[in-house]
């Protein structure tokens, strides 16, 4: 016989053997069970999840000699023929090549039959949102009113070009993306049953190229095994998936983290020459940021991430040289600037500018510390004014002793004579005290503007308003600069 993938071999044949669907095989294994059968479902999700296989197992639990039946034996002569595709009533269409009308045609008139030897007449259309617009007017009928021994079953990856009138007449079923654990999992089960040796950051390397999809998974492992046999090197598999070596990684954070602009063009050019796509190294900066953001933030971050323990020592170790607060801004920059690497033509000096940028980082002033600076300046302006307008009595000519004391009110007696009144001051005519108003109004300008500049002046003469001046006049300037570099 001729060499069976992985991805075929070990391709689910019942609903207990598929992986991370669990509320769609549930619901699936109840409608059989209780006779609730739909006339036609949408599967929908990404690549290589199991809709497909989904598709054929519930054919097979239909058409079962022990049937229905939610768990198919496998056995008989209908489920062998469903996993061979050589059964006359289980139709499985390309919705990419038969697309037209024509060929939607030809499937309503044969619908209209009984199946040949089955219980029922299964019709899969695979990548359903191929088909064209007339071909799905066409099917509407059909699917609102279907023979009652026919089922179909849509798949689709993007559900959205899919009309309306279609899922309103289906049942829509959502796969989701298999999760990293269960893939391992998957995974180790597989190299058990083929006696392959791997080690734990090797499984998680293909599992994460992989991207929750099982049919990737498989892939990969095949790929691995053809390249390196039964025993796979962790640097075999980062040479055949073209990851990025964590040495690497570490020699940019380092740079960044300890403000080395200099070493940034040099280690650019490495990753020219080892021929890596510039836009997937950047995404592999943004993971490895934060694996340090995880490394400096949780304690025993050893199980949530799969590294040796050398390699988590130096993972470590480069975490220290930055606060937190730090590599939380390094990481939103970086997330930031991934769109404009995407659309950037020209990738290298976009990067290298990037990364110079973040080398900078750590100079930016927290505009809560030039707030404080702010409120600190403020009181010490307060402070020396105050003390400049209380008065010194040092020098003065009185001391606590001997104050002159007001003079005492004296009741007039009967023999003191009376004085004459004061005289009356002059009555000036409005106009002229306006007049005299506005001859004395400069000089009370000039001598208030005259007394505010030497508080001013008594203010600056202070050592510690002077230093806090120096201090907030420096930081502003470097805002500025660091405002100019990013422009």
């Known amino acids: 016989m001729s060499y069976l993938i992985y991805a075929r071999k070990y391709r689910p044949m019942t609903f207990e053997e598929m992986i991370g669907q669990k509320p769609v095989v549930q619901t699936l294994k109840n409608a059989v069970q209780n006779n609730r059968v739909s006339q036609a479902y949408i599967f929908s999700g990404m690549r290589g999840v199991g809709k497909t296989t989904a598709a054929r197992i519930l054919a097979k639990a239909l058409n079962c000699q022990d049937g229905p039946t939610p768990t198919p034996c496998n056995k008989c002569e209908f489920c062998t023929g469903i996993n061979e595709d050589r059964s006359v009533d289980v139709l499985e269409i390309d919705g990419a090549s038969n697309r037209g009308i024509d ?57 959205h070009k899919v009309p309306a009138t279609i899922i309103s007449r289906c049942q829509h079923f959502e796969f989701k993306k298999i999760s990293q654990k269960e893939l391992i999992n998957h995974l180790l089960d597989i190299a058990k049953k083929e006696n392959i040796t791997l080690s734990p950051f090797g499984l998680n390397l293909i599992a994460e190229a992989a991207d929750g999809s099982l049919r990737d998974v498989l892939s990969l492992l095949d790929q691995a095994v053809a390249f390196s046999g039964d025993v796979i090197n962790d640097e075999d598999l980062k040479e055949i998936l073209g990851t990025i070596s964590h040495n690497v990684l570490l020699q940019f954070s380092t740079a960044i983290l300890e403000e080395n602009s200099d070493k940034v063009f040099a280690l650019v050019e490495e990753i020219i020459e080892n021929g890596f796509d510039l836009r997937f190294f950047y995404k592999e900066l943004i993971q490895h940021f934060r694996n340090l953001l995880l490394v400096r933030t949780v304690e025993d971050s050893q199980d949530l991430l799969p590294f040796a323990k050398e ?20 990481l939103v920059a970086l997330q930031d600037g991934e769109q404009g690497l995407k659309f950037s033509s020209h990738a290298r000096i976009y990067l ?15 505009l809560k510390s030039i707030l404080k600076d702010i409120q600190d300046i403020k009181k010490e302006l307060k402070r020396s004014l105050q003390s400049s307008r209380t008065p010194n009595y040092q020098h003065s000519n009185y001391s606590a002793n001997n104050r002159m004391e007001p003079p005492i009110d004296r009741v007039p007696s009967q023999d003191i004579v009376p004085q004459d009144p004061p005289p009356k001051p002059d009555k000036k005519e409005p106009e002229a005290i306006q007049k005299d108003i506005k001859k004395d109004a400069p000089s009370e300008k000039v001598e208030k503007s005259k007394t505010k500049e030497r508080e001013v002046d008594i203010a600056l003469k202070d050592p510690t308003v002077r230093n806090f001046m120096e201090t907030f006049k420096a930081q502003i300037l470097s805002v500025e600069q660091i405002k100019k570099t990013k422009k």
């Open 311 to 330: 390699d988590m020592e130096n993972l470590k170790k480069v975490a220290e040289k930055s606060s937190v607060e730090e590599l939380l801004r390094y």
């Open 352 to 366: 290298e500018a990037q990364l110079v940028k973040l080398c900078h980082y750590k100079k930016i002033v927290p």
């Open 103 to 159: 060929e939607v045609r030809s499937l309503r008139e044969g619908v209209k039959y009984k199946p040949l030897h089955s219980r029922y007449k299964v019709i899969i259309i695979d990548e359903v949102h191929m088909l064209t617009r007339e071909a799905f007017n066409a099917l509407l009928k059909t699917l609102e009113e279907p023979p009652s021994h026919t089922v179909f079953i849509f798949a689709t990856t993007e559900f």
